[in-house]
């Protein structure tokens, strides 16, 4: 397993595990909006027309965000299911909210829609957790598009998970494109939050109005990281490994006993950054200050094989 190819991909790299791929803000929302606008229309149609569903369906925000943010605004009971693509496993995260639910089910089973809806204040049942994934199932097939420009969805959707289970789900941190649809009655109404990642977003999309566009090259895909984002300061760490020994060895430790070196320990330094090594480095000393080198970025991989085999 070797290292990565070029300065490039270890940039790259670095500031995916910091961050997260990130574009810019006016850009990525644009997207999202051209994205969201398009869905809006033919989630009405299938809702009301093929589903018999007689609810309202509008756009009420596209912005940025982080995907461990998608269930903030869901209360504590709500439906959740996360979609899977080829370049992402978390390609499209899907929340529905108790208030959603309840609409959805009073108008799939003959509720009037002008009289008040009972709120849901309780984990979902299985069949109204059936609802949720019905809704999750049409509005993915629609944001899902088609040609070159979908976003090539693992289709049909997971089955919406709830209670202990959606609120435990771990999601993993990234730059995100949240949208929240409204789902309404003239008495009621809830919401459900799309979030997908922007990597995913402008990627899979190139943003909008990019039919007939060529792909864009790595270069440009760097190019969209905000000069906020590039300007984030972060605390740097050093660290040198000191010896191996044993859990006996650990526990007769005392206050005062002065531990060897390794002898190539110096060479073997790591910088690190909010937990995540970047670099394999050496340290040194110039003049009355100490100094790390860089040698060559860290393969987790390689370290990996390395432990396997501890010389």
């Known amino acids: 397993m070797s290292g990565l190819a070029t300065m490039e991909d270890s940039r790259a790299l670095i500031i995916e595990r910091l961050v997260g791929d990130s574009g810019e803000a006016s850009h990525v929302i ?7 606008e398009r869905v809006v229309s033919p989630l009405q149609k299938r809702l009301s027309g093929e589903i018999g569903a007689q609810v309202t369906i509008d756009l009420r925000a596209v912005e940025v965000s982080r995907t461990t943010e998608a269930r903030e605004q869901a209360g504590d009971n709500f439906a959740m299911t996360v979609v899977s693509s080829p370049v992402s496993s978390d390609a499209l995260t899907l929340v529905m909210d108790a208030r959603a639910v309840a609409v959805m089910i009073c ?38 598009g088609s040609g070159k420009r979908s976003l ?25 494109v949240r949208i929240i649809f409204g789902l309404s009655t003239p008495t ?6 799309v979030m997908i990642p922007q990597r995913v977003l402008l990627v899979q999309r190139n ?3 990019a039919a007939g566009e060529e792909e864009g090259s790595e270069t440009d895909w760097h190019e969209r990281f905000s000069e906020e984002v590039k300007r984030s300061a972060v605390t740097l760490e050093a660290t040198m490994p000191l010896a191996r020994m044993t859990l006996g060895d650990l526990a007769l430790l005392q206050a005062g006993q002065v531990l060897e070196i390794e002898e190539n320990a110096q ?3 790591r910088l690190s950054a909010r937990n995540k090594t970047l670099f394999v480095c050496e340290f040194g000393k110039l003049g009355q200050n100490y100094t790390v080198r860089i040698n060559q970025p860290y393969d987790a991989g390689q370290d990996f094989i390395d432990g396997l085999m501890p010389g």
């Open 30 to 36: 644009g997207a999202g909006r051209s994205l969201a």
């Open 107 to 144: 108008a799939l089973f003959g509720g009037d829609p002008d009289q008040a809806v009972t709120p849901i204040q309780r984990d979902l049942s299985p069949l109204e957790a059936d609802v949720a994934t019905l809704v999750f199932e049409e509005i993915a097939q629609i944001l899902n």
């Open 152 to 176: 090539d969805l693992r289709l049909p959707v997971p089955r919406a998970m709830s209670g202990h289970e959606a609120r435990r789900r771990v999601l993993r941190d990234g730059a995100a």
């Open 188 to 193: 009621e109404s809830g919401t459900i939050t």
């Open 207 to 209: 943003g909008p109005g």
């Open 267 to 269: 060479g073997r330094a």
